[in-house]
C-alpha cells in the first residue's frame, strides 16, 4: 500500500479512536451521575435507573471493544503490516478499508468466520 493512502487510513483511525475515547468518557460520567441519583424510592424509578445503568453499560462496553480494533489498526499501521488479511495474508480490498478501516481480514476470510468455517485467530487484543 502506498504512503499516502497509509497515511489517509491513519487520519481516519485516529479520528475514530479520538471519537471513541470522548464516548467512553462521556458513557462514564453518566454512568456516575446515575449512580449518584440511585437514591430512588419507588419501584419504578429503580427500574428505570437499573436500565438507564445497564444501557450505560453496555454501551460503554462497546464502544470499548469498537476502540480496541480501532487500536489494533492503528498498530498494524505502525508494524507495517495493514491491510493483510490476519487469517490468509492476502492484501484486504481497499474499498473494504474505506468503508471499515479497522477491517482485519479479507471479504472471503471474514464470510468464512461468520458461517463457522474459519476459527478466528486468538489476537483479539
Known amino acids: 500500500m502506498d504512503k499516502q493512502k497509509l497515511e489517509h487510513y491513519r487520519t481516519l483511525l485516529e479520528t475514530r479512536r479520538h471519537r471513541l475515547r470522548d464516548s467512553v468518557a462521556r458513557t462514564e460520567e453518566d454512568g456516575r451521575a446515575a449512580q449518584a441519583t440511585d437514591s430512588a424510592q419507588d419501584i419504578a424509578d429503580r427500574a428505570s435507573s437499573s436500565y438507564q445503568k445497564e444501557f450505560l453499560f453496555a454501551r460503554s462496553n462497546n464502544d470499548r471493544q469498537f476502540l ?7 498498530s498494524s499501521i ?13 492484501e484486504i480490498n481497499e474499498r473494504r478499508l474505506e468503508a ?15 458461517r463457522g468455517e474459519l476459527e478466528q485467530q486468538a489476537q483479539e487484543n
Do not use: D, F
Open 68 to 74: 480496541q480494533m480501532v487500536e489494533h489498526a492503528l
Open 78 to 90: 505502525a508494524e507495517g503490516t495493514y491491510g493483510e488479511c490476519e487469517q490468509c495474508g492476502n
Open 100 to 114: 471499515i478501516p479497522w477491517a482485519r481480514h479479507c471479504i472471503s476470510c471474514q464470510e468464512k468466520i461468520e
